[in-house]
């Protein structure tokens, strides 16, 4: 099979997983370039309330492929930043969902999702300095956000790997699981995802990444959701709450 994204959607969660198991699923020139469009795609599917992206067999992604830096490296990190954005800026909460090596351009894709689940033999590196290349602003920032400035450099300056124990330490990832549990946790940590309300998760996205400038369209789409309704009636009637607001709901 060709290097590609592969997608499926079940439960109301979606999963992108990289597949490129050649070479540890490093991500080709058309794989970034596909990502955004496929991200578009499923932003748009009422039937999708979150996303996974994880990688095919033992390896979450070994960044890009080399090879392809031949060509122009310039080029190659314009085609990942975009795709690193299209995945930031994804509407409804995103998991990455971590085993193996998850270097490089694999921290870029995994930084740029809401939370991070990794397995306890999971490797993360950020290895720009072995290759001369400048990391991108918006993929150092995000780094920065998340290990603040310290490990950030430590990553960035050295290019070695790190621990999945010292990746939870340092905010890396979010949780860390024993081997064969990963895909569990995350398969019963969606359901529950997908079952609250994706009006305040998306409102809640927009103000922890910063977004400064939404209060009065919220305030909106709250009143003219009946999220809240549904949900304090749930809540008194002791019932699972049907929450109908979606990313596609006018106002």
Same mark, same amino acid.
């Given at each position: 099979?060709?290097?590609?994204?592969l997608h499926r959607?079940?439960?109301?969660?979606?999963?992108?997983?990289?597949?490129?198991?050649?070479?540890?699923?490093?991500?080709?020139?058309?794989?970034?370039?596909?990502l955004p469009e496929?991200?578009?795609?499923?932003?748009?599917?009422?039937?999708?309330?979150?996303?996974?992206?994880?990688?095919?067999?033992?390896?979450?992604?070994?960044?890009?492929?080399?090879?392809?830096?031949?060509?122009?490296?310039? &080029?190659?990190?314009?085609?990942?930043? /975009?795709?690193?954005?299209? $995945? =930031?800026?994804?509407?409804?909460? #995103?998991? !990455? %969902?971590?085993?193996g090596h998850c270097?490089?351009?694999?921290?870029?894709?995994?930084?740029?999702?809401?939370?991070?689940?990794?397995?306890?033999?999971?490797?993360?590196?950020?290895?720009?300095?072995?290759?001369?290349?400048?990391?991108?602003?918006?993929?150092?920032?995000?780094?920065?956000?998340?290990?603040?400035?310290?490990?950030?450099?430590?990553?960035?300056?050295?290019?070695?790997?790190?621990?999945?124990?010292?990746?939870?330490?340092?905010?890396?990832?979010?949780?860390?699981?024993?081997?064969? &549990?990963?895909?569990?946790?995350?398969? /019963?940590?969606?359901?529950? $995802? =997908?079952?609250?309300?994706?009006? #305040?998760? !998306? %409102?809640?996205?927009?103000?922890?990444?910063?977004?400064?400038?939404?209060?009065?369209?919220?305030?909106?789409?709250?009143?003219?959701?009946?999220?809240?309704?549904?949900?304090?009636?749930?809540?008194?009637?002791?019932?699972?709450?049907?929450?109908?607001?979606?990313?596609?709901?006018?106002?």
């Amino acid at each position: 099979m060709e290097p590609q994204l592969l997608h499926r959607v079940a439960d109301s969660v979606a999963t992108v997983t990289v597949h490129h198991p050649a070479k540890r699923n490093a991500m080709t020139a058309a794989m970034w370039q596909a990502l955004p469009e496929l991200l578009d795609a499923l932003a748009a599917d009422p039937g999708v309330r979150a996303l996974v992206l994880t990688g095919e067999g033992a390896t979450f992604c070994a960044g890009a492929d080399i090879s392809t830096l031949r060509e122009s490296a310039e &080029e190659a990190q314009q085609l990942a930043v /975009r795709a690193e954005e299209a $995945l =930031a800026a994804f509407p409804k909460p #995103t998991l !990455a %969902a971590i085993r193996g090596h998850c270097v490089g351009g694999g921290v870029q894709l995994a930084a740029a999702c809401d939370l991070r689940f990794a397995g306890r033999s999971a490797l993360f590196g950020v290895t720009p300095a072995k290759l001369g290349v400048v990391y991108a602003a918006s993929a150092t920032r995000r780094l920065v956000a998340l290990t603040g400035p310290s490990t950030a450099k430590y990553l960035l300056f050295s290019g070695e790997l790190i621990d999945a124990a010292r990746a939870l330490r340092t905010g890396l990832v979010d949780e860390v699981l024993p081997e064969g &549990e990963l895909d569990e946790r995350v398969s /019963r940590f969606t359901r529950i $995802l =997908a079952s609250r309300s994706l009006l #305040t998760q !998306a %409102a809640a996205k927009e103000f922890a990444d910063g977004r400064t400038d939404r209060d009065a369209h919220w305030a909106a789409q709250v009143r003219g959701s009946g999220d809240t309704a549904e949900g304090v009636a749930a809540f008194l009637e002791r019932r699972q709450p049907r929450f109908g607001w979606t990313s596609a709901t006018p106002g």
